[in-house]
């Protein structure tokens, strides 16, 4: 994209507003048009813009009235990026609904306009490819729901959950299911202090992420005419297309979808709870690591210190008979002397022993410690 022309609207009934927009898209690879109303925005579609900045409040057909006419022409293409004074929920919903991408609050910095910008340059590349598997994919939805039941979709959905194993997969496994109802999804999931948000329609866009943010603050379960948002700790679902023409199906998915976003819920807890069952088994293998290097560098000083103490007790034995001679000793006094030495020594090397037998005691729960570290490694992963 950076390598073509990136044809930008600017849509403002302001000229001093629209001026500065301008003069703050300074890249030499940008085609900009300016437009002092929607209408004029919207009888230059022609031109197949790839960005509008559309300002919220104007005369005439107001910014969201005019997206949401970009829309109803068929025009997926374009990045409509929303300007407005307002920062509610209400407004930033409106402009979701319409089909806007993004939405910057004024005033705004240079900074935030040039990332916005950019994001929605990366967008367009990205959604290239995202139509043709959406329409893949509800063709496949539309094919399974055929052959399951609505609980049973539920039910599919919580065993595949058992398989996931992050939170990329465990996005890709709802958004699956929802399409099995024919609806669309955003999904915020809290883990480890990070927010990470998903959309079944490929990248969430900023403006997606902020409505699951402002969503996350309201009741477990919130519906607001055909938008639907079911709240837990680490997960909030967010349905934006409920058939409010079947109201008996509205309370249904309310209830099915109540009980997915609790077994995402589930999952999500349980990967906390593999994860830290992992980094302890980490640890005890670490640890048994530790203790086998110990008891060898023990083992080797108790052997070092047994045959200094050998040698030691036999020095003293001799020099104890050598010493005889100046003594003038009987010889059952000098027997009696020896034997007593040899009675110290015996018991010194007894306890020497019971260090021994201690020190293989200690090398054989090791020796079960390693052997059970081993299998667990060597254990196929569940």
Do not use: W
């Not at 996005?171 to 609806?183: C, H, I, N, R, T």
């Not at 001799?318 to 000098?334: D, I, K, T, Y």
């Amino acid at each position: 994209m950076s390598e073509e022309r990136f044809s930008i609207f600017v849509v403002d009934d302001d000229p001093v507003a629209q001026m500065i927009t301008v003069d703050q898209l300074d890249d030499p690879h940008f085609d900009i048009d300016t437009f002092d109303s929607g209408e004029a925005c919207l009888a230059a579609l022609e031109r197949k813009p790839d960005l509008i900045l559309m300002d919220v409040e104007m005369p005439g057909r107001d910014g969201i009235a005019v997206c949401r006419d970009i829309r109803a022409s068929g025009d997926q293409h374009a990045q409509v990026i929303f300007i407005s004074s307002h920062d509610d929920l209400e407004t930033r919903l409106a402009a979701y609904d319409a089909g806007g991408n993004d939405y910057i609050v004024k005033p705004f910095a240079p900074e935030e306009l040039a990332q916005k910008v950019r994001v929605a340059e990366r967008s367009l590349q990205n959604n290239r490819g995202v139509s043709q598997q959406a329409q893949l994919a509800q063709h496949a939805a539309f094919t399974a729901m055929s052959s399951l039941s609505e609980m049973g979709v539920v039910l599919q959905f919580l065993r595949a959950s058992f398989a996931c194993p992050t939170p990329e997969q465990l996005a890709s496994a709802l958004f699956a299911v929802l399409g099995q109802y024919a609806l669309d999804g955003i999904v915020g999931i809290r883990r480890d202090g990070e927010e990470l948000y998903f959309s079944s329609k490929g990248a969430c866009s900023p403006l997606e992420a902020s409505i699951v943010k402002h969503a996350q603050g309201m009741d477990r379960i919130f519906q607001f005419r055909d938008r639907m948002a079911v709240n837990y700790p680490r997960v909030t679902l967010l349905v934006p297309n409920l058939p409010l023409d079947d109201a008996d199906l509205v309370g249904r998915l309310r209830d099915h979808l109540a009980i997915i976003a609790e077994g995402a819920e589930a999952r999500l807890l349980a990967m906390e709870s593999d994860e830290q069952r992992m980094a302890q088994a980490a640890a005890i293998v670490r640890a048994v690591s530790d203790l086998t290097h110990t008891l060898k560098d023990i083992e080797a000083q108790q052997s070092a210190h047994r045959f200094h103490a050998l040698e030691l007790s036999n020095a003293y034995l001799e020099e104890v008979e050598r010493a005889f001679v100046h003594l003038g000793l009987s010889e059952a006094q000098e027997a009696e002397l020896i034997a007593l030495a040899k009675t110290a020594i015996d018991k010194f090397n007894r306890l020497q022993e019971d260090s021994k037998s201690l020190g293989e005691q200690l090398q054989q729960v090791t020796a079960s410690l390693q052997a059970i570290v081993g299998g667990r490694e060597s254990s196929p992963a569940g």
